[in-house]
């Protein structure tokens, strides 16, 4: 997902597009938030303090900002929202917020600005938070389409976590020693047993959501779809299966790549995912410095759009729709509604999915039976992103909110959608109508994709 912009916190509020639930109690909103925010900043400080202060201000891939830069962009954003917007307290810091407008300033140029050291953003970013958690701790929930469900709150921890997500990336794309640690996801019992694919049967269901209270503009509003029946993939495409494109010459045969994939492969040499190399007849990658074999059985990380297109061309397949992907993860046929998530409505727990940086990768295929959706399809959620045929368009009845330029500037043809969330992301900014959307040469993000093809 491409970088948040500064807000214009004081600009006109839209109607209510929060899918607010004025009979929630007040207390239990402000506990949900406070939690989130807490969780989120739990997260900022294990990836910034687990590198000194020079890896910190270091640039460490003209892809990415600076660790420090995601610091202090994390604690403006919430100063502009949160402590001006909604608070209506005077600015703490006006003279930086140019500095941490990501539209202002491309990635590849931001150590050249005149950003706060280490030391500064830790203690703005911690000063912000206090005076936050006072706002939340003493403003009415309600009223103002801002407020209703104290969607600010959930926003910025919404915020923080993407980040998070994009600093984790920065730990992936850093040379040297591993950084961070984290145990082994599950296995895959009986993974074996599982078949290719399922059935997605054809009909209407509801895309979208205009209940989820803290849902963004994009996810808005909910609609019928018509999808015709299509088959899907049981689990994300493997590193075994991708390295038989690989070795049957899918970098080398023209005939699988769109024109604009090919001239990507041709101009960068490419053979393979992002990290892989081959040494001595084996393929190894690099995962948060370390080096090692690459496993067959997990799903394939750090591809393009390009790469996954070729690859379902090779095997004769496509890579599904992003209406038919939330039909596999949603819709309940018994029920004919669409849950909140693949195995349910309850929020995502441990047994369900890999999510929050529990773990530094993605469980082998066939993990996570509790999460599979009614047709059987598993780990929708978590583990990689998954790369969809669709551009990135508005829904129906889409209304900017709060501001245009988190979505909407981004509409068109340029950005492909990315569904389901990834071992990165936090279940905060992960949800059945979550969208995610890139450009489709991005390859440093946490993605993977699964295949389909017409009943």
């Keep these: 997902m491409t970088d948040s912009p500064a807000p214009s916190p004081a600009g006109p509020h839209r109607p209510d597009v929060s899918g607010a639930r004025d009979a929630q109690d007040a207390e239990v909103l402000r506990e949900r938030a406070v939690a989130a925010l807490l969780t989120a900043r739990e997260r900022t400080t294990l990836l910034t303090d687990s590198v000194d202060d020079h890896e910190l201000a270091a640039q460490h891939s003209p892809l990415m900002s600076p660790l420090v830069w995601d610091l202090a962009h994390i604690g403006n954003q919430e100063e502009l929202w949160l402590l001006r917007g909604v608070g209506g307290r005077e600015a703490m810091r006006p003279e930086i917020d ?5 539209f202002e300033h491309p990635r590849a140029t931001r150590t050249s600005l005149p950003l706060l050291a280490p030391a500064e953003a830790r203690s703005y970013a911690a000063e912000v938070r206090g005076r936050a958690l006072d706002v939340l701790g003493s403003t009415p929930l309600g009223g103002r389409p801002l407020l209703r469900s104290a969607f600010a709150f959930g926003m ?10 994009t600093m984790l990336i920065t730990h992936q794309l850093r040379s ?6 984290a145990p082994e996801p599950p296995r895959a019992a009986g993974a074996a ?10 009909g209407p269901f509801t895309m979208g959501t205009s209940t989820e209270p803290w849902a963004l503009d994009n996810e808005r509003p909910a609609h019928r779809r018509e999808v015709p029946a299509f088959f899907l993939d049981t689990a994300p495409v493997t590193c075994g299966a991708y390295r038989a494109f690989i070795e049957d010459g899918g970098y080398t045969e023209r005939r699988w790549w769109t024109p604009e994939g090919w001239a990507m492969v041709r101009k960068h ?7 892989w190399r081959r040494e001595s007849g084996q393929w190894l990658r690099r995962r948060f410095g370390v ?7 997990e799903p394939v990380l750090h591809v393009s759009w390009y790469e996954a297109d070729a690859y379902a061309r090779w095997a004769c397949r496509r890579l599904p729709t992003e209406a038919e992907w939330e039909k596999a993860a949603r819709h309940d046929p018994a029920t004919d509604r669409s849950r909140r998530y693949p195995w349910g409505d309850g929020d995502p727990a441990p047994e369900h999915a890999n999510l929050g940086q529990r773990h530094l990768r993605p469980a082998p295929a066939g993990a996570y039976p509790a999460g599979r959706s009614p047709s059987g399809a598993g780990q929708l959620i978590g583990d990689v992103w998954e790369w969809t045929s669709s551009d990135f368009l508005p829904y129906p009845g889409f209304a900017p909110f709060p501001y245009r330029e988190y979505s909407e500037v981004f509409f068109g043809p340029g950005h492909k959608v990315l569904r389901g969330g990834s071992f990165a992301v936090d279940a905060v900014a992960c949800r059945g109508t979550f969208r995610n959307w890139d450009l489709p040469v991005r390859r440093q993000i946490f993605s993977g994709f699964r295949t389909a093809s017409d009943a």
């Design 98 to 102: 140019g500095l941490y407008d990501a």
């Design 269 to 275: 040499e490419l053979t393979a995912p992002l990290f």
């Design 291 to 297: 080096t090692e074999p690459v496993p067959a059985d």
């Design 156 to 165: 910025i921890a919404q915020h923080e976590q993407q980040h998070d997500e």
């Design 193 to 202: 047993t599982l078949p290719a694919e399922v059935l997605i049967p054809g």
């Design 176 to 181: 040297g020693p591993a950084a961070l640690s």
